[in-house]
Nanobody, 122 residues
Framework: QVQLVESGGGLVQPGGSLRLSCVAS????????MGWSRQAPGKQRELVAG???????YYADSMKGRVTVSRDIAKNTVYLQMNGLKPEDTAVYYC????????????????WGQGTQVTVSS
């Protein structure tokens, strides 16, 4: 119902910046919130940032003050601006969307993109 495609990852030096983009397609009207998670090798996937349709933004403590999540409604796109990157930020970053499935009682649905690699190294 919803497809997500990320882009913008790459190799940056410590202290550098990147802007990740995620374009949503499909049943866009079902989406309630969009955000970003990341997963490093051998680590659990963790939420980085998200924004609800109401405009409420959430940031993980590990990146608070260094990232900004934003959206462009006309382009069906959510962005993650990352500054002051550290080697420990190296991970695959995944776009995700939370939607509502309505077949009987409404229930939550989670959608995930393929991910984009971010590597922070000297």
């Amino acid at each position: 119902q919803v497809q997500l495609v990320e882009s913008g990852g790459g190799l940056v030096q410590p202290g550098g910046s990147l802007r990740l983009s995620c374009v949503a397609s499909g049943n866009i009207d079902s989406i309630n919130a969009m955000g970003w998670s990341r997963q490093a090798p051998g680590k659990q996937r963790e939420l980085v940032a998200g924004v609800s349709n109401g405009g409420h933004a959430y940031y993980a403590d590990s990146m608070k003050g260094r990232v900004t999540v934003s959206r462009d409604i006309a382009k069906n796109t959510v962005y993650l601006q990352m500054n002051g990157l550290k080697p420990e930020d190296t991970a695959v970053y995944y776009c995700n969307a939370v939607g509502t499935i309505v077949d009987g009682l409404p229930r939550r649905a989670d959608y995930w993109g393929q991910g984009t690699q971010v590597t922070v190294s000297s």
